[in-house]
């Protein structure tokens, strides 16, 4: 059933509405209470999260009988940023993922926070799937705020992601969306992967059988579980970060999710007018490069890769 | 006058980046060595704001020039942070579009706007005051207003130096973590935003009276020596004091009370027209009695949003 949860008035004959699909049971007694919400689309360059969930709404159409909790997909919530290439809510230029909880009177895209949050709250489970940025290209994961450690890792687990990333708690991230559903008492996972502005099917693909698994594991889906993926742990190992020691073109020398050695070449970063030699840049450490930069431009410090120096990851 | 650069960056194809300070110190171990660093344009947007310090940074270098014993303090103005942003039109930092106003502190080996934090913020560290200006984030007009943030190390009785109408006195939000004024407070820097001004716009008046307070700041904190007229006994209000009042639908939005207007309630504020057929959709009203501190500003208004803003005193 689509429904329309908020609808707000725009100055110009048009609405900005907050739909979501929701699945219930077929057989009201087959339901175990559980609700699941599955959201993207917070960032409007971010599309990967789009086609999971537009292959998972096919997949319960067709299966109805399969579902035996309550399933609500979201997945345009910045939809005037998804239409017009906009990363932020367009006009306000806002970062929609660092202004919730929101408040219902106040500009637009607080109103559209609040009413995000009063939407999914009380979910039992929410994941929020993010597509990283157009300048870096990401592993499938699952990011966790360490606060959140002991109840979520076990849920991550079930996603068939590769890496799940504990990362300290940082003031700032207390304005996303995971933050306040956190609070609110919905175990929510942050899922990223791939790169702004583009798919990589198969990653979806990766993480729509994460979510079945979840789905069964958690009674929400009566099918068998998947077979999942042994994510690398943030816990067990080191993140090295390698950011630009020049301004220039990055041009990288090895292939995204590729197991390195240390001080192997990443790359280099090309002078444009060809005054200076290109500078080359080398890996830290061994491990995953999980993260690798897709965009070229780089100034002094811009990301070009990161590591995980555990040696069991999986790489598609 | 002493100009410092600041921060350094090379560009892959443009120009380098730099950012200067402008210094004025005093000579004589007999003033006050008080010290004060103002820093603007964190935002590419915040012209009226760059202004105002250029025309500070113009006002003391005639004055110690004509007299080398008014400068008593220790002075250091940065008029221009995010001058990428200014030369483009862009709010942020014009490659990766983020905030520099959000990467404070700094760190020396992370991304390039947290290098860029961490360079100025070394600079700017350790002075006895720190004034950043800046604009609002959204589409309002204000009265000017200092911004204070609860951080335990904020003097609130110095706001008043400024003399501007009123300061407001807010807890610490999240989004506050990385901001310059509030890693100043962290510091042990008496810190304070100024907020005035629209976005991308330069009036003369306002540009008149920022200066006037940024001099009377400087006079009574013993940092210049002059003569300044006495400003508005400051209201310090908290978020008690503050009524929010929205239109309840979009269109055209047409404000009638302006800024800085005494109204009682029940007056008529503003009025909201359909876009499409021209007819009235919604007269906004005053629900309480107080100053017009803000009101929307610009033409179009979505539904819901804070069209006026008041504040009430007792």
Same mark, same amino acid.
């Given at each position: ?67 035996? $909790?309550?399933?609500? @997909? ?5 939809? +005037?940023? =998804? ?5 932020? %809510? /367009? #006009? &306000? ?116 059988? $994460?979510?079945?698994? @979840? ?5 929400? +889906?009566? =099918? ?5 993926? %042994? /994510? #690398? &742990? ?83 | ?314």
């Amino acid at each position: 059933m689509l429904e329309t949860l908020v609808s707000i008035e725009l100055p110009v004959g048009e609405h900005y509405y907050l739909k979501r699909h929701r699945f219930t049971p077929v057989d009201v007694s087959a339901d175990n209470g559980k609700r699941i919400s599955i959201i993207s689309g917070t960032h409007g360059d971010e599309l990967e999260g789009i086609y999971v969930i537009s292959l998972l709404a096919e997949w319960l159409k067709a299966n109805p009988s399969l579902i035996t $909790g309550t399933i609500d @997909l979201y997945p345009s919530l910045n939809s +005037l940023g =998804i239409d017009s290439i906009t990363r932020t %809510v /367009p #006009f &306000y230029q806002t970062d929609l993922n660092r202004i919730f909880p929101g408040t219902a009177k106040d500009t637009f895209p607080n109103q559209i926070a609040a009413g995000i949050v009063e939407a999914i709250q009380g979910s039992d489970i929410a994941i929020d799937i993010h597509a990283s940025n157009i300048f870096l290209r990401e592993l499938p994961q699952v990011r966790i705020a360490s606060t959140y450690r002991d109840s979520l890792v076990p849920l991550a687990k079930q996603l068939n992601m590769d890496f799940i990333w504990v990362h300290d708690a940082i003031t700032v991230l207390e304005a996303t969306l995971a933050h306040s559903l956190n609070q609110l008492g919905t175990h929510t996972l942050v899922v990223e992967y791939g790169v702004g502005m583009r798919l990589t099917p198969t990653y979806g693909e990766q993480l729509l059988d $994460g979510l079945f698994n @979840l789905m069964a594991e958690q009674g929400i +889906l009566a =099918i068998a579980p998947r077979s999942v993926r %042994v /994510p #690398f &742990y943030s816990d067990q190992g080191e993140v090295y970060y390698v950011n630009s020691p020049a301004a220039g073109l990055f041009v990288p020398a090895m292939d995204h999710c590729q197991m390195v050695v240390k001080d192997q070449l990443i790359g280099h970063i090309h002078d444009p007018y060809g005054v200076e030699s290109p500078v080359p840049c080398y890996t830290p450490g061994a491990g995953v490069l999980f993260t690798l930069r897709e965009y070229p431009i780089v100034y002094e410090g811009s990301l070009l890769a990161r590591i995980f120096d555990d040696q069991k990851g999986v790489c598609v | 006058m002493i100009r410092q650069p600041l921060v350094h960056l090379a560009s892959p194809s443009r120009d380098a980046y730099r950012v200067d300070g402008f210094r004025f110190q005093t000579q004589d171990k007999k003033d006050s060595q008080t010290s004060v660093a103002i820093v603007s344009g964190l935002n590419g947007h915040e012209l009226a704001q760059m202004h105002v310090a250029a025309q500070l940074v113009n006002f003391l270098k005639v004055r110690q020039e004509a007299d080398p014993s008014f400068i008593t303090g220790d002075i250091l103005v940065v008029p221009a942070v995010n001058s990428f942003g200014f030369n483009m039109g862009e709010r942020h930092w014009p490659l990766d579009k983020t905030d520099i106003n959000a990467m404070f502190p700094g760190y020396d080996a992370g991304e390039t706007t947290q290098r860029i934090a961490h360079q100025l913020f070394k600079q700017v560290k350790g002075f006895e005051w720190g004034v950043e200006l800046e604009d609002r984030r959204d589409q309002y007009d204000c009265i000017p207003y200092v911004r204070m943030i609860k951080s335990g190390f904020e003097d609130a009785q110095a706001a008043k130096y400024f003399g501007l109408q009123f300061a407001h006195y807010r807890d610490f939000v999240p989004s506050d973590a990385g901001s310059l004024q509030y890693n100043w407070s962290v510091w042990e820097t008496k810190s304070y935003g100024l907020v005035f001004g629209n976005k991308q716009q330069i009036h003369r008046d306002s540009t008149h009276q920022l200066l006037d307070a940024l001099i009377r700041f400087l006079a009574k904190v013993g940092a210049i020596r002059t003569q300044i007229f006495a400003g508005y006994d400051t209201n310090i209000v908290t978020q008690e004091a503050i009524t929010l009042i929205p239109a309840q639908h979009a269109g055209v939005f047409e404000p009638i009370q302006i800024v800085g207007s005494f109204v009682q309630k029940g007056d008529l504020l503003g009025k909201v027209f359909d876009a499409l057929d021209g007819s009235l959709k919604e007269k906004i009203y005053a629900p309480v009695d107080g100053l017009v501190t803000c009101h929307y500003h610009y033409p179009l208004i979505y539904q819901n949003t804070i069209a006026y803003r008041m504040i009430s005193i007792g």
